[in-house]
């Protein structure tokens, strides 16, 4: 088992940056894909981005592609997405997930494990 702990969130205007993090307990986050999904209140959950356990794979939405960049440190048990060129419609809860199957998924309920979330604010 693994628990997800995001920080990073905030508020920034439309053209900056955010770097999230997502720290992970446990001696298995090295083991396991991981994905970044948002929410907005009133939406469904949708997917941003997921990296192998290597960290050797990526792939992103394509509203993200270009201007979002998602990493890990396994060493430090830590996920990162690095947010560039922020838009107003970035706003959302966004949250980290772990995956033990490893199926490089773009579906959140295939991700077994979740973050609490932390709020993106992007102002025009």
């Known amino acids: 088992q693994v628990q997800l702990v995001e920080s990073g969130g905030g508020l920034v205007q439309a053209g900056g940056s955010l770097k999230l993090s997502c720290a992970a307990s446990?001696?298995?986050?090295?083991?396991?894909?991981m994905g970044w999904f948002r929410q907005t209140p009133g939406k469904e959950r949708e997917f941003v981005a997921v990296i192998k356990w290597s960290g050797r794979s990526t792939y992103y939405a394509d509203h993200v592609k270009g201007r979002f960049t998602a990493s890990r440190d396994n060493a430090k048990s830590t996920l990162y997405l690095q947010m560039n060129s922020l838009k107003p419609e970035d706003t959302a809860v966004y949250y980290c997930?772990?995956?033990?199957?490893?199926?490089?998924?773009?579906?959140?309920?295939?991700?077994?494990?979740w973050g609490q979330g932390t709020q993106v604010t992007v102002s025009s």
């Open positions: 997930a772990a995956d033990p199957g490893n199926r490089f998924s773009v579906v959140d309920r295939e991700y077994n494990y």
């Open positions: 446990g001696r298995t986050f090295s083991t396991y894909d």
